[in-house]
């Protein structure tokens, strides 16, 4: 039962343009999200998260769009830039227990 | 400052043997977490260690445990090894307890058994 899901397994975006990752969950009582990034042959690095009192969080060319009626969230990256270049996790909870990873998006940003 | 830790990077094993992986946390972190990483997919939640204590455990059967010491360090423990467990073991240290913003991964341990 995969509560989390990125459905799209690779995304490929110019340089200077939009990346925008998205991520599907299926159980309401989340209530707590995170990005995570993660570069080959190393561990997973946090990124952003959002609670789910709000519906946008800005970190830098990062932003974290939640629509709790729909149960997606977004990851937007603006400028995207080659170093971007990574797999992305998207990741829930429940009052901050028990973090439920998705299968992750693996982004190439084209120079 | 080391970042965290784990060994060995790379262990080979037969099923129905049992294996000891090791991390030892970002310094100043006080909690660890442990994930296996099938191929293909994202990293899934085992447990948590904080005070020395398991503290939150995510479905992985009772064949897996673990244990943290008082520097912080911890282990993980797989007894009656499946040809399912073979996948990569993240641990990952955080400043407390839930402080998922805070956790910084290892670099793994990949499993294999044959």
């Known amino acids: 039962d995969q509560q989390v899901k990125q459905n799209s397994p690779s995304l490929s975006v110019q340089e200077g343009r939009i990346s925008i990752l998205n991520c599907d969950y299926t159980n309401s009582m989340f209530d707590y999200f995170l990005w995570y990034k993660k570069y080959p042959a190393e561990g997973p690095t946090f990124l952003i998260s959002i609670s789910s009192i709000k519906d946008k969080n800005e970190d830098g060319r990062f932003t974290v769009f939640l629509n709790k009626s729909a149960k997606h969230l977004s990851l937007h990256i603006v400028p995207s830039q080659p170093g971007d270049s990574a797999v992305y996790f998207c990741?829930?909870?429940?009052?901050?227990?028990?973090?439920?990873f998705g299968t992750g998006t693996l982004l190439a940003v084209q120079p | 400052d080391a970042g965290v830790t784990q060994s060995p990077t790379h262990l080979i094993k037969t099923r129905g043997q049992q294996v000891t992986l090791r991390c030892s946390p970002k310094s100043g972190h006080d909690t660890v977490s442990w994930y296996q990483q099938a191929l293909g997919q994202g990293p899934q939640f085992i447990f948590q260690?904080?005070?020395?204590?398991?503290?939150q455990r995510g479905n992985f059967p009772d064949r897996f445990s673990g244990h943290q010491f008082p520097n912080y360090s911890s282990e993980l423990n797989v007894n009656a090894l499946l040809l399912g467990d073979s996948a990569l073991y993240l641990c990952?240290?955080?400043?407390?307890?839930?402080?998922?913003?805070?956790?910084?991964f290892g670099p793994g341990t990949r499993l294999l058994v044959l």
């Open positions: 990741a829930a909870s429940v009052e901050r227990i028990k973090l439920i």
């Open positions: 260690y904080y005070e020395e204590e398991e503290r």
């Open positions: 990952a240290s955080s400043i407390r307890e839930y402080a998922w913003e805070t956790q910084y």
